[in-house]
């Protein structure tokens, strides 16, 4: 195991020693110590690696990442896990405004609450919130999954695409094209798979499904007060 103190070492230092697995993984368990709030922590990784950040952190944590495991024991800032493609991102806290927005897979756990804009523009990525979820999550949502324990904030799922969302709680309104949907079966499957990944103590039964009503792909002059 490496351990690296952000007190002494150099935020572009660290992440270039990160970063540098990706020729080399002979070092699979990293421990970040006194993060501090630092930005950018662990961001382009591209290797298997375990990475444990003992501490809050700011923007972008973990962004970008592919393969990796990225553990936060505290909060973090915007942004976290923008633009992930693979991997794992938990953060043990909360999470600021637009968690996972833009990315394209892996998994996302958030075990405290998320801010406004929760995956905005998700196109792939598995979103697991135990907490609650700010207004316009969702937003302008490709695909993948959005599951949330608690309630959601205002306009959820506004302008969404295929993406799957899923609440346990209430949900204040709906933003546009946004409408609930029948839970099925494979739905349901989804749903247990995720929420056992997550660690989230919760039941597939006891959450409802919502989508796309499809009706804003093209333009009809009846809907032109929604766009």
């Not at 990442?65 to 909060?75: I, L, M, R």
């Not at 993406?163 to 409408?179: E, H, M, P, T």
Request: with cysteine; hydrophobic share 40%; aromatic share 6%.
């Amino acid at each position: 195991m490496q351990t690296i103190d952000m007190a002494t070492t150099p935020l572009r230092e660290l992440n270039a020693a990160l970063q540098a697995q990706a020729q080399q993984t002979n070092q699979t368990q990293w421990v970040i110590e006194n993060p501090r709030g630092a930005h950018a922590v662990a961001v382009g990784l591209d290797a298997p690696i375990e990475v444990t950040v003992k501490g809050s952190t700011g923007y972008y944590l973990g962004g970008m990442n592919k393969q990796a495991s990225v553990h936060v024991t505290g909060s973090t800032g915007p942004g976290v896990a923008e633009n992930m493609m693979s991997g794992t991102v938990v953060i043990e806290g909360d999470a600021s405004q637009y968690a996972g927005a833009t990315g394209h897979g892996g998994l996302l756990v958030i075990k405290g609450n998320a801010s406004s804009r929760c995956g905005i523009s998700m196109k792939g990525i598995d979103i697991v919130v135990h907490g609650n979820v700010g207004h316009m999550s969702a937003f302008m949502a490709q695909s993948g999954n959005l599951v949330v324990c608690g309630d959601a904030g205002d306009a959820l799922g506004d302008s969404l695409y295929e993406a799957r969302l899923f609440v346990r709680g209430s949900v204040k309104s709906l933003g546009a094209d946004c409408i609930e949907k029948e839970m099925r079966p494979e739905h349901l499957e989804i749903l247990r798979d995720l929420l056992a990944r997550a660690g989230a103590d919760a039941k597939p039964e006891e959450f409802k499904r919502y989508g796309s009503a499809r009706k804003l792909y093209n333009f009809h002059v009846d809907h032109a007060g929604a766009y």
